[in-house]
């Protein structure tokens, strides 16, 4: 079982920025990918960025390319989400979870709002004011 812990998140203005960090412990020798979501009040989960543990490739939802960079320590079990240009609209809780399946699902499973993903954090509030 693998636990993820977020953190980072807080109030900033338009075009500020912000870093995310998701902790895990526990069983994360199967954590082949980890991603980062997002949920507004009254809307679906979105899939924000994944990033494939073994070789560090990455995938972003279309609406943050450019603008958030997923990126990991594994020395310390954590993958970050750094957020830049930051938006109105990028305001959620923000999630990470973990997927034990092979990239190519990874990618869909983040396309769809979770799928493979599981083992969620409680999230952390992320709240850009305009």
């Known amino acids: 079982q693998v636990q993820l812990e977020e953190s980072g998140g807080g109030s900033v203005q338009a075009g500020g920025s912000l870093r995310l960090s998701c902790a895990a412990s526990?069983?994360?020798?199967?954590?082949?990918?980890m991603g980062w979501f997002r949920q507004a009040p009254g809307k679906e989960r979105e899939g924000v960025a994944t990033?494939?543990?073994?070789?560090?490739?990455?995938y972003y939802t279309d609406s943050v390319k450019g603008r958030f960079a997923i990126s990991q320590d594994n020395a310390k079990a954590t993958v970050y989400l750094q957020m830049n240009s930051l938006k109105p609209e990028d305001t959620a809780m923000y999630h990470c979870?973990?997927?034990?399946?092979?990239?190519?699902?990874?990618?869909?499973?983040?396309?769809w709002g979770g799928g493979a993903f599981g083992n969620w954090g409680q999230g952390t509030q992320v709240t850009v004011a305009s």
């Open positions: 979870a973990t997927a034990a399946a092979p990239w190519a699902v990874c990618q869909v499973a983040l396309r």
């Open positions: 526990g069983n994360t020798s199967s954590s082949y990918c």
């Open positions: 990033i494939y543990t073994p070789d560090g490739s990455t």
